[in-house]
């Protein structure tokens, strides 16, 4: 007896077991890459605090999200409203006392703000909502005041803010709330181009989208072009980890132009086996869970979660391959950074409890299944 009961504490990993194995993988993975494309903040620091720094992250975002896959989806439903007001008030606090309108205590609250408007948003969505003045108040309003928020920080994050939620409102299938969503959209880019001025980083926006279709091909000198010649350089097989030549003079190498850097060292085949492929595959491992979810929260969580992710490596890997302007996103679970880190594992924390509550359905439904079996032959 004891002897089972030992066997029975510890660590479990519940939920789909290939995404904990892909996770996994990329997490090591993150750690080569980003030792070779901060090399030269090593150099400059004189030791390797900044690596490990980044292995401290994962270590915490992993602790994170196994807490994360044993909370019940109800625990999280009741908590989403709570999230989205604090996550507001972060932003707000930012707002006012931070001087470039991102950071807070070297943390990034917009990071946050993407994950607790999916959850908010897949929670309201689930429910009925009446009327259109009903759908304008809890699910318009709250998406404008965050974007409102982060605008004067991050224009990248708004649109991936205002694309998931067109997502997920497609995903929910009103026809009425469609119709709304996208007036609001139209409403609110019309609002953005008559007050531009006001918000620091339009300008900036502005700047990289025109430089961006103003040249086929990037300036010599710029971020966009030793990206560019990185991959150049890696061609289509590559075998040369650490021996990047390029790493020392992008400024971003370990964070927006990071798969630049894998293409250099690993080749165009190692970066699709290492970076594309792993996210093809989580992608069927999500779309399947999302097929097996009984309810519309649980499906519209994770579709929004991982939507954002996928979106977010997309544009990670367009920047690098100069088919995007620069955005400043970074690669999910491979750039360096804290605050991205722990946001892409609690979404992963997020869609694993998901995972754990299909398969325990499963379960139930199998045994629910034998036991009618056994019945018919009694």
């Given at each position: 007896?004891?002897?089972n ?9 519940e ?59 109800d ?16 932003l707000?606090?930012v ?60 224009t ?75 991959i150049?350089r ?71 979660l ?12 367009g ?22 880190i ?37």
């Open positions: 007896m004891q002897q009961k030992n066997r029975t504490t510890g660590i479990k990993l939920g789909d077991r290939q995404i904990w194995r892909l996770l996994f993988i990329l997490a090591l993975f993150s750690i080569l890459a980003v030792s070779s494309s901060s090399y030269k903040l090593t150099l400059y620091k004189g030791n390797f605090s900044f690596i490990f720094s980044h292995v401290m992250y994962l270590f915490a975002g992993f602790v994170i999200m196994y807490v994360l896959h044993k909370t019940s989806l625990t999280v439903k009741k908590l989403a409203p709570v999230a989205l007001l604090f996550i507001a008030l972060l707000l606090f707002l006012i006392f931070s001087p470039n309108k991102r950071w807070m205590l070297g943390a990034q609250p917009s990071e946050f703000a993407k994950i607790a408007i999916v959850v908010y948003l897949a929670k309201t969505l689930s429910e009925k909502i009446k009327t259109g003045i009903e759908f304008i108040i809890l699910v318009v309003l709250p998406v404008g005041i965050y974007c409102g928020l982060i605008l004067f920080g991050h990248s994050t708004v649109l991936i803010i205002g694309l998931n939620a067109v997502v997920l409102v497609l995903m929910a299938a009103n026809r009425k709330h469609i119709a709304v969503t996208f007036m609001s959209v139209l409403f609110a880019a019309a609002v953005y181009m008559a007050f531009e001025s006001f918000f620091p980083r339009s300008d900036t926006a502005k700047s990289r989208i025109s430089t961006f279709f103003e040249r086929v091909e990037p300036k010599s000198g710029s971020q966009e072009y030793y990206a560019v010649q990185a150049n890696g061609g289509v097989i590559a075998l040369r980890p650490g021996k990047s030549k390029y790493r020392e003079k992008l400024s971003e190498a370990n964070n927006d132009f990071i798969y630049a850097i894998i293409v250099e060292e690993y080749g165009l085949f190692g970066g699709i086996i290492f970076v594309v492929l792993p996210y093809l595959y989580l992608f069927y491992r999500v779309i399947r869970i999302i097929k097996r979810c009984k309810k519309p929260f649980p499906a519209l969580m994770t579709g929004g991982f939507f954002m992710i996928i979106v977010q490596t997309l544009i990670n890997i920047v690098s391959v100069h088919v995007l302007p620069v955005t400043g996103q970074n690669l999910p679970l491979i750039s360096s950074g804290g605050s991205s722990i946001a892409t594992c609690i979404a992963f924390g997020l869609i694993l409890s998901v995972s754990r509550l299909v398969e325990t359905q499963k379960k139930q439904l199998r045994i629910k299944n034998q036991e009618a079996v056994i019945k018919k032959r009694n």
